[in-house]
């Protein structure tokens, strides 16, 4: 055999580039990584508004209606709980995301170290997963919107910015959980986030009824997550009733969640990869 | 031959997890074209030694300049001449071989009509072109290591890195293994493995050390280092478990430059083995077999640390 590994000819060394370039470098890796997987999360990015919008936009929606909508803003409770389900769903995305696929990267497969030993820094993983992130919200916001105005729940055509919001609702999760997921050594605390993070979030963070319906002491819990930023962002697009004053706080809180999650997953992505 | 460029050099390098001090300040120098090992049992500082090298782990204190780079501040030029070949396969077995070193070549930037070129090449250099397309997972250990081998490569780097390069595979794995490093030296790539497999440090190293509790024990050429501290012959006695100790006191006026009684047999080390086996013969030991051998790595180990290399 006269195979050569290293010809004389070479091409030069590899190229180290900017923050950017090698956060995409990064994200090409999940890019990869997820044409295995992408016809099954397509699948159920669509079944999902589907069944939820089905049962209790029209199932349940219907039973509401009848008692009058004053609570709701007089509009139909399918109109009322797409947006809040959009939201949600980015919720439960980011956090499909931030968990497992993180933990399998650094203690599974290690496939992190591996990149580790490239010109890829430990924050460059962190931008190209967040990256990848980023997509995954946006694609499935825009499938759950699609399904959103096939059932007819959209009033307002501001609602195209709800994808935005709902990647930056994704991130002020996804920042912080990917800079928890990163320390651990084990998967049981996810459960844990699952059960007495996520549930309780989506429950009361204004998705299924109005805040204001909660008793009045236990509200500023309410106002103080990040997924009721979210969920009132997307219905002010949605029904076309946004305050602009109410939606730039909105949005400044949900950023500054998701900056000082990347500010602490930087450093612990580092802590972990550089022993 | 190695001309006198010196790749690494490294002086007072020290690393410590907290109050456990993994490496305690080394210091050495590699130079273009050589293939430079690190020899000692587990824990001996080896690993912790090349992932510093690797320049993804920070140094508690010393120095350590690589091509000329700090390895700290300058971390990421240097990993882009680097080939990297962990002890633990990090491959990614849910992808196809080559898909794997299509990833590690785009990490390192490279276009991808020269990742494609590259891989065809690599993957013929590490006879795993007929596997190609199928994923990583069914591979066997032997094909992994191989692989990660053909990965540390994508970026044509100016020094391999090779942790541990054979532990867990078996014999015939472990020669093709040896057989493409060994090709990979002719080719001029710099090596840098560490190993507790003496077999392995002979074959492949031109120079190497011997590390022992995070120091380095002793440095040179595998010849120079048997020459120096061991003799040519060993002979090694077995004798039955209740004979053992007795024969060990009446073989101490064997004339030997060195005896060695380990719970199994009992090493003398002398310059002829047979003259003395004939002189313990004459001493009335018996012993349940005998046999004469050159010295090696081992036979070094044993005399710088008192311990055997793989237990």
Known sequence: ?275 | MPDSEVLIHARELTKRFGDFTAVDGIGFELHRGEAFGFLGPNGAGKSSTMRMIGCVSPPTSGELTIMGMDSVRQGQAIRARLGVCPQEDTLDVELTVRENLLIYGRYFGLPKDVIVERTARLLDFVQLTDRAGDQVEPLSGGMKRRLTIARSLVNEPEILLLDEPTTGLDPQARHVVWDRLFRLKQQGVTLVLTTHYMDEAEQLCDRLVVMDAGRIAAEGSPRELIETYSTPEVLELRFHPSEHDQAAEKLADVPADRMEILADRVLLYVPDGDRALAAARARGVEPLTSLVRRSTLEDVFLRLTGRRLED
């Open chain 1, 1 to 275: 055999m006269a195979a050569t590994a290293v010809p004389a000819g070479r091409r030069g060394p590899a190229r180290v580039g900017g923050t950017w370039a090698m956060a995409v470098r990064a994200f090409r890796f999940w890019l990869v990584n997820y044409r295995r997987t992408w016809r099954g999360s397509i699948y159920s990015s669509v079944a999902n508004p589907i069944l939820y919008l089905g049962a209790m936009g029209l199932g349940l929606g219907t039973l509401v209606d009848q008692h009058g909508t004053a609570s709701l803003g007089h509009v139909s409770y399918l109109a009322f709980l797409a947006p809040g389900l959009l939201a949600a769903g980015a919720l439960q995305t980011a956090m499909g995301e931030a968990t497992y696929p993180v933990l399998a990267s650094v203690k599974w497969l290690k496939t992190y170290q591996a990149a580790a030993a490239t010109p890829l820094r430990p924050a460059d993983l962190l931008h190209g997963h967040l990256l990848f992130t980023s997509m995954r919200l946006a694609m499935n916001s825009t499938i759950f919107l699609i399904v959103m105005s096939a059932f007819g729940a959209v009033q307002s055509a501001w609602v195209v910015l709800a994808i935005p919001v709902c990647v930056l609702t994704g991130m002020a999760f996804a920042a912080p959980i990917e800079a928890f997921a990163i320390t651990r050594d084990k998967d049981s605390s996810f459960a844990v986030l699952y059960r007495f993070g996520l549930i309780p979030l989506f429950l009361f963070s204004g998705t299924f009824f109005p805040v204001t319906q909660l008793p009045a002491w236990i509200r500023p819990v309410a106002y103080a997550t990040p997924l009721w930023h979210g969920v009132a962002l997307c219905r002010g697009l949605s029904l076309g009733t946004t305050d602009a004053a109410a939606a730039l706080g909105h949005v400044a809180y949900l950023a500054a969640l998701a900056l000082a999650g990347v500010l602490v997953a930087q450093r612990n992505y580092r802590r972990r990869l550089y022993v």
